[in-house]
């Protein structure tokens, strides 16, 4: 069994979470682990949104790169980061636990309103930079405005407290794997079978290159092999739609105990256009992507038709 691994990760407080994580199991088998932090364009460039970085994997190229290099012997990566496609030579070994999936709303004091859908006033500034995030609050509430943010979470939360927004959107799995405490704001977290996240959230994968069998026969003990089975048809979903992190759409699946699959999605054309949403059940996963895919192009199409109707 390999004795040493080094790990390449992200420098922000949740990567490195993350990366600690993985290092802890792999401890726990008699493994010595070192870290190494890699920056990547997506930690570079701050000013800019998500739509307007250049290509896809803005969070992982770098880190992939000292992968192929061999300069890491493995990559931890926030799964919902990771481009769809692995590069040349390169594979994803295993996934984690899925931690909550959800998105949650976390609402500037004096800013709420339970009078209305998300409990958030009217008009209201709400900070994200996900077009996923922003087509499917303006699907709720029309009336909201939304504006780009960056940064890590730590960094977005000292943004709201500025009163620089009035709420801002962040991934629930981040909010309780840093135990960050919210009790000064209001905070709202989303069914995700009606505020659909990104395919693989909340999941952590390790990625490796193809030919060291050694790291991957280790890495193959600690793989959660159930939530592999989900995130497979969600990340399958968003490759057949060539799609990346800038893509307003939404899938999560998730398995009943008869081992039944249900699938949520919701996807728009931009990220201030309608929303279409579908939910699919089956008893297997084959074509379960392809089905999600046709039925949410089908459900667009439908909707350019009528749109195009009450235009004439």
């Known amino acids: 069994m390999k004795s040493n691994i080094t790990i390449g990760t992200r420098g922000s407080e949740l990567a490195l979470w993350q990366a600690n994580y993985i290092k802890t199991q792999l401890e726990e088998l008699g493994v010595t682990v070192t870290l190494k932090i890699i920056k990547t364009q997506g930690d570079n460039i701050q000013h800019l949104s998500f739509a307007k970085l250049e290509g896809k994997g803005f969070f992982t190229k770098e880190i992939e790169d000292s992968l192929l290099r061999g300069d890491i012997d493995m990559a931890v990566h926030s799964m919902k980061d990771l481009p769809t496609i692995s590069p040349e030579g390169l594979v994803i070994t295993a996934v984690s636990y899925r931690e909550d999936p959800t998105d949650s709303l976390i609402i500037s004091p004096n800013c709420g309103d339970d009078t209305l859908p998300l409990g958030l006033k009217k008009g209201a500034k709400v900070g994200t930079s996900s077009a996923r995030r922003k087509a499917q609050l303006l699907a709720i509430r029309p009336d909201l405005e939304m504006v780009d943010i960056r940064g890590n979470v730590p960094t977005r939360l000292g943004k709201l407290m500025t009163s620089k927004f009035d709420a ?58 159930e939530v592999a089975r989900s995130t497979n048809i969600e990340r399958k979903a968003l490759r057949l739609m060539n799609g990346g992190c800038q893509m307003p759409f939404g899938v999560y699946c998730e398995q009943d105990a008869n081992g039944h699959y249900h699938a949520w999605a919701a996807r728009s054309e931009s990220w201030n256009s309608p929303t279409v949403r579908i939910n699919i059940s089956s008893s297997t996963s084959y074509g379960l992507a392809e089905r999600i895919v046709e039925e949410l192009d089908r459900q667009l199409l439908e909707l350019r038709r009528n749109s195009a109707k009450a235009a004439a």
């Open 168 to 225: 801002i959107m962040l991934a629930t799995a981040g909010l309780r794997r840093l135990e960050i405490d919210l009790d000064a704001f209001s905070v709202v977290e989303l069914n995700p079978r009606e505020f659909v996240p990104a395919p693989a959230q909340g999941v952590l994968a390790y990625q490796t290159c193809t030919e060291d069998l050694e790291t991957r026969r280790l890495l193959k003990k600690i793989h959660n092999r």
